[in-house]
């Protein structure tokens, strides 16, 4: 089973800037595209950008900018770095991984636990 764990969300005020990282674990034979929803209050879930496994990211025109998406396919690791964060950033964060195991030859989509952003002064 694959796992996701997040980290680098918090509290910052506007204009300020967070990092957040994912780093998947378990027996991962291969990664494919990764990336980073948000879910705010009241709201759906959306996209906030995401990069293929040839590192070719894409971005929400509300994020395009601001936040610059990665990847470290040796880690299995994807980040999100926020610059410039407006309070309408607030959200919880998850991240989104397509992995496939070594026991399988089926690609699934895999959720992080989400982390929350909270911007305000």
């Known amino acids: 089973q694959v796992q996701l764990v997040e980290s680098g969300g918090g509290l910052v005020q506007p204009g300020g800037s967070l990092r957040l990282s994912c780093a998947a674990s378990g027996r991962i034979f291969s990664t494919r595209t990764m990336g980073w929803f948000r879910q705010a209050p009241g709201k759906q879930r959306e996209l906030v950008a995401h990069?293929?496994?040839?590192?070719?990211?894409n971005y929400a025109d509300s994020v395009k900018g601001r936040f610059t998406i990665s990847r470290d396919n040796a880690k299995n690791t994807v980040y999100l770095q926020m610059n410039s964060l407006k309070p309408e950033d607030t959200a919880v964060y998850y991240c989104?991984?397509?992995?496939?195991?070594?026991?399988?030859?089926?690609?699934?989509?895999?959720w992080g636990q989400g982390t929350q952003v909270t911007v305000s002064s």
């Open positions: 990069i293929t496994s040839g590192s070719s990211p």
């Open positions: 989104y991984v397509e992995a496939r195991e070594f026991s399988t030859s089926v690609w699934y989509g895999y």
